[in-house]
């Protein structure tokens, strides 16, 4: 690129009317001359080659991307990842804030990870490696999705639960189990406490164990709880599968008795979950398979607080995530972050519930309502509820014992001593 050419990627925030632009903020290692390289980066995620030999035609000024902040953060020996077939020269990490016109794919989740986490982004030369940081969207853009129907509050209204997180419990065996044992061991959970009792993100619709019949036992189960303790409950279903089977896995789970569903939202496509939600009158909560494979390298592929914007930009009316600890190797500070873009103001969008979770029980619930620092979030053992050395029932009241130990200021040793379910837990 010649210099002029360079400069038509480049330009000042208030030059722009940015509520045509989303914000794209990357982490870029550039090979090279710096501004050639970033000039590149616009360009291959936007209008590429620009102008036909003999045209007079250039549609920079309203298709291309334009870097509107870059810095440098330091300048490296070799690049983080080695890249068989990057070019030579002068390593620069940057941080770069890219204005990119929406115009170019429209309100189109599919057209939009097209352009940002596209051919273009990945593979342009000079800029080996790339991480996208985070997306900002204008009024503008948000205005024409609908977001979660239900959201925190709807979810909330739906339980009766308030001033309290939201409890969910992941029916262990996760793969296995005959619907009958696997209704009977969730009627359990339900009748010790526990709100939501949900499927296993990796078990939907399986011939030992059909969403048909599993969601028609748990229905009853469910009603039959609802009955005995007075409290409403959810079976939270999974129906995963071929997108063109979607509604009619929706439509037969919801019929039996499943109030709400489970999706596991980059597997499926994002753009399937929009098309659940214009369809559904129930939740639609998301699991997290396949997002670590593109996010957990610190400074190359996605941050996981892109996807969570996109999923509660899709509908996801709880997003589960992972959690706390060692267990979901992931940063606390990437789980803080992904807790906030649940809650965060994003226009006319719901909050998503957050859920963030791994390997939880009793004895962490008072380490994940201190890092949340609310109790807007939803709270999802799996072993802590279902291998509870006196069973599911008793595994759902430790739980719910835990909470009550928080909430009146109690140590929980000292509560566990006249709750014998807490004890177990802590025995244990």
């Not at 080659?49 to 870059?70: P, T």
């Not at 129906?239 to 019929?255: G, L, N, P, S």
């Amino acid at each position: 690129m010649n210099a002029e050419d360079i400069r038509g990627f480049f330009a000042d925030r208030d030059q722009l009317n940015m509520a045509d632009y989303l914000e794209l903020e990357y982490y870029l290692e550039c090979i090279g001359d710096i501004e050639e390289a970033l000039a590149h980066f616009c360009s291959e995620q936007s209008t590429a080659q620009w102008s036909r030999i003999g045209y007079d035609e250039d549609f920079r000024d309203l298709h291309a991307a334009k870097v509107i902040r870059w810095e440098v953060l330091e300048e490296l020996a070799e690049l983080s990842y080695p890249v068989e077939q990057a070019a030579t020269g002068r390593i620069h990490a940057c941080r770069v804030t890219i204005a990119h016109p929406y115009r170019n794919f429209g309100a189109k989740l599919p057209n939009l990870l097209t352009a940002v986490c596209g051919e273009g982004t990945y593979f342009t030369p000079g800029v080996p490696l790339v991480k996208l940081l985070d997306i900002t969207f204008p009024d503008s853009y948000l205005q024409q999705f609908e977001g979660p129907k239900f959201g925190i509050d709807g979810i909330r209204d739906m339980l009766g639960a308030y001033n309290r997180p939201v409890f969910f419990g992941v029916v262990k065996p996760n793969i296995g189990l005959r619907p009958d044992l696997f209704a009977d061991i969730a009627y359990e959970s339900w009748l010790g406490g526990l709100d939501i009792a949900k499927d296993d993100e990796m078990l939907a619709d399986v011939e030992w164990s059909t969403t048909r019949e599993r969601s028609e036992l748990l229905g009853k189960a469910r009603s039959k709880a609802e009955e005995i303790t007075g409290d409403k409950k959810i079976y939270l279903a999974n129906i995963t599968d071929e997108v063109d089977r979607m509604i009619e896995q929706h439509d037969v789970a919801v019929k039996n008795g499943a109030n709400a569903l489970l999706i596991n939202a980059m597997p499926v496509g994002l753009s399937a979950v929009r098309m659940l939600r214009k369809h559904t009158q129930v939740p639609l909560i998301g699991h997290f398979p396949f997002i670590a494979s593109f996010a957990r390298l610190e400074k190359f592929g996605v941050h996981t607080r892109v996807i969570t914007k996109l999923q509660r930009l899709a509908g996801l009316d709880a997003i589960i995530m992972p959690g706390f600890g060692n267990r979901m190797m992931t940063p606390e500070a990437e789980v803080r972050d992904n807790v906030n873009e649940c809650l965060a103001e994003m226009g006319s969008i719901k909050p998503s519930l957050p859920v963030p979770g791994g390997s939880d029980s009793a004895l962490t619930l008072e380490t994940v309502y201190r890092k949340v620092g609310s109790v807007d979030f939803g709270f999802v053992p799996g072993r802590g509820i279902f291998g509870h050395p006196m069973g599911p029932k008793a595994g759902a009241r430790s739980i719910r014992q835990a909470w009550e130990a928080i909430e009146q200021d109690i140590a929980l040793d000292t509560y566990a001593k006249s709750h014998p379910e807490l004890q177990a837990m802590l025995d244990k």
